[in-house]
């Protein structure tokens, strides 16, 4: 465990929403930076994303994977394929592999991913993250027996009624808690290090229930924060939807996220992710970067396959890989006075 010190900033829903909405966040920005280098130093962490499977059983309302969506290409790699992911992963001293795919038991199912686990730590030595969804107490436990590390599970949003209409088919527990509360729990306690997040400037979101968000990234002691702008994808109901957001899906207000949740999680692993690369292909890293983010998670999705993992439009590095290459990467860290660090 980190030491206790420093300690969590005790904001409240009103501190946070006075945050989220101050008209300038400079100074913001500067303490959750400066939080930062005291927490984790100057390193940035690289995780190699693997994009495993674009084939997804959920009808998510914002998703381009929804299976709804007749245009999206589908793919799934094979194990083999993976293996040569992580070797890469290895051979560029990343530390840790990222395995998301679209929801579907069927093709990864319990004893798959353990095995698959198993090999890429057997034979890689790189730590596993697993990002595949909403899956039953036993596939996570049988798959963190097998050594994986860490799980991501983003809560999209804290707010239950958005949350419901954006997930159709969305599982419905007992007391009404939020269905992926209770997995990421459960994960914490099978001794996952857990991370969630939230998209924020979603129709329908309110800068309140942004607020409630942050409040449960403390509330759950999230290990890593993964947090992005909504980006409308055309070929779903929801990027149709002309409901406006409360919220916005911009640059700056996505960093006041990373910089609140750095002062609420002094210790958490917090990306710069793609959608903000997305929203903002110069500058992005960069601002990410510096207002509280420390991890960066380079796509090691065979350049063939990442056409057809687009759950949103615009997706950098889908038609020019190299943009996200690492010796541009290794030029911004020089240049903000960061360095690679494997972990
Ligand atoms: N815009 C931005 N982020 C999206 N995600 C899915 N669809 C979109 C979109 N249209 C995010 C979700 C999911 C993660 C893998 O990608 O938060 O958890």
Not at 52 to 79: E, K, P, V
Not at 106 to 118: G, K
């Amino acid at each position: 465990m980190p030491p206790e010190c420093p300690k969590a900033a005790p904001w409240t829903e009103a501190d946070l929403l006075a945050a989220l909405t101050a008209p300038d966040a400079e100074a913001l920005f500067t303490r959750a930076h400066a939080l930062r280098l005291q927490t984790k130093g100057n390193a940035v962490f690289l995780r190699g994303l693997v994009e495993l499977s674009s084939i997804c059983a959920r009808d998510c309302l914002y998703c381009g994977m929804r299976r709804s969506n007749l245009n999206a290409h589908r793919y799934a790699m094979d194990d083999d394929e993976i293996l040569a992911c992580a070797s890469l992963a290895q051979q560029l001293d990343f530390g840790t592999v990222v395995l998301q795919a679209g929801e579907c038991p069927q093709l990864w199912t319990r004893e798959r991913v353990a095995e698959l686990v198993r090999r890429i730590k057997g034979e890689t030595g790189q730590r596993v993250t697993l990002s595949l969804g909403e899956r039953s107490e036993a596939d996570t436990a049988a798959w963190r027996a097998a050594g994986a590390d860490r799980y991501l599970l983003r809560f999209e949003t804290s707010d239950r009624a958005l949350f419901t209409h954006i997930h159709p088919g969305a599982e419905t527990t007992p007391g009404g808690e939020h269905p992926r509360l209770a997995q990421l729990r459960r994960m914490k306690a099978q001794g996952y290090e857990i991370g969630s997040g939230v998209m924020v400037g979603l129709p329908g979101q309110t800068l309140r229930s942004v607020a409630r968000d942050l409040l449960l990234f403390r509330e759950l002691a999230l290990d890593m924060v993964g947090l992005g702008p909504y980006i409308p994808h055309p070929e779903t109901p929801l990027g149709r939807e002309a409901t406006p957001s409360e919220v916005p899906a911009t640059v700056d207000f996505t960093c006041r996220c990373y910089a609140l949740a750095r002062l609420l999680l002094p210790h958490a692993n917090i990306p710069s992710t793609t959608a903000l690369s997305t929203i903002d292909p110069v500058h992005g890293r960069e601002r990410g970067l510096t207002s509280g983010a420390n991890v960066f998670m380079p796509n090691l999705t065979p350049a063939n396959r990442r056409e057809g993992y687009l759950i949103y439009p615009g997706k950098i590095c889908v038609r020019a890989p190299e943009a996200d290459s690492l010796s541009a990467l290794h030029a911004l860290f020089a240049k903000l006075g960061l360095r690679h660090v494997s972990a």
